[in-house]
């Protein structure tokens, strides 16, 4: 199943009284990059996350955020650490001394140090928090995947519609071709008699000469490498799974081929084809960049 890069998953939590909400987002990217916005009584559980993250993921920017609630009663209780902070003016008053410093160890001082305190969930069971938090990081990934493989899905009949109008314009362009260079020895030919008319020249070489430019605008072999292409890029979309970058691969084949075509070819049906296949190659690229 194809998966597009972008989606949305969230799950909720409650953990001793507090309401934890994780959210994901997801865009295109080259490839994976998880960002992670915690706050910092979480800050021990970012590697835990992010790996969970990087194992059900392979590609695209995500964007993880964890948010809280209090359920309490009241708001949430902030603590403060007294051996801490004693230490903190202990050492601060040595250092004074020993630097011959003015002024005094203030309190506003003191305050500026932000692990002198805690909330009040951060005295809370870490070990039974972070178990529900990991299982709502689990359902949050699965919203998102589930999300992603439903554009995926979508973005693949989307794509498949593209090829078959490329196919078929592949299809009525093969004999347009070949009648082009059968006629083209002939058209030449018929110039080169008239331009020629009062000077004597070898039938034989005549015949060569345009057959040689004839065979100079065959497109058979480029006809041959795009069906070639189409078939493989059909079988990706069967087949599923993380193939954007298969994807980009073939379109880049495909689109020298289309471009090949236009370049040997002089005829106006075929020009119109050539044009309008590739403007099917630049459709699909534009959904091919949203699949991961």
């Known amino acids: 199943m194809l998966k597009s890069m972008t989606g949305f998953g969230q799950s909720q939590v409650e953990a001793d009284g507090i309401l934890w909400t994780i959210e994901i987002a997801s865009v295109n990217s080259r490839f994976l990059d998880v960002q992670l916005r915690l706050p910092r009584t979480l800050a021990g559980t970012e590697f835990s996350l992010r790996k ?43 250092l004074k001394e020993k630097l011959k410093l003015a002024g005094e160890v203030s309190i506003d001082v003191v305050a500026a140090f932000p692990d002198l305190f805690a909330s009040s969930f951060d005295s809370a069971e870490k070990s039974v928090r972070d178990k529900k938090l990991f299982k709502a990081m ?39 071709a070949e009648n082009y260079s059968r006629s083209l020895a002939e058209r030449i030919e018929i110039k080169v008699k008239a ?29 041959i490498r795009l069906a070639a292409h189409l078939e493989e890029f059909e079988k990706a979309l069967k087949k599923g799974g993380s193939v954007g970058r298969r994807f980009n691969f073939l379109l880049q084949e495909m689109v020298r081929e289309v471009n090949t075509i236009g370049s040997k070819t002089g005829e106006l049906s075929v020009i119109q084809r050539v044009v309008r296949m590739k403007e ?5 690229r534009e959904q091919v960049q949203n699949l991961e």
């Open 52 to 94: 969970r993250a990087t194992e059900c993921l392979s590609r695209g920017k995500i964007t993880i955020t964890v948010g809280w609630e209090n359920l309490k009663d009241g708001s949430v209780g902030v603590q403060l650490n007294t051996e801490l902070a004693e230490s903190y003016v202990h050492q601060l008053r040595q």
């Open 138 to 176: 689990d359902d949050a990934l699965e919203s998102l995947n589930e999300m992603r493989s439903s554009e995926g899905a979508k973005l693949a009949d989307d794509i498949r519609t593209r090829l078959g109008l490329i196919s078929n314009e592949l299809n009525s362009l093969e004999s347009e």
């Open 195 to 223: 331009l020629l008319d009062e000077v004597s020249i070898e039938p034989q070489r005549l015949a060569q000469e345009a057959a040689f430019l004839a065979e100079r605008s065959d497109v058979t072999e480029e006809r």
């Open 280 to 284: 099917e190659l630049e459709k699909v």
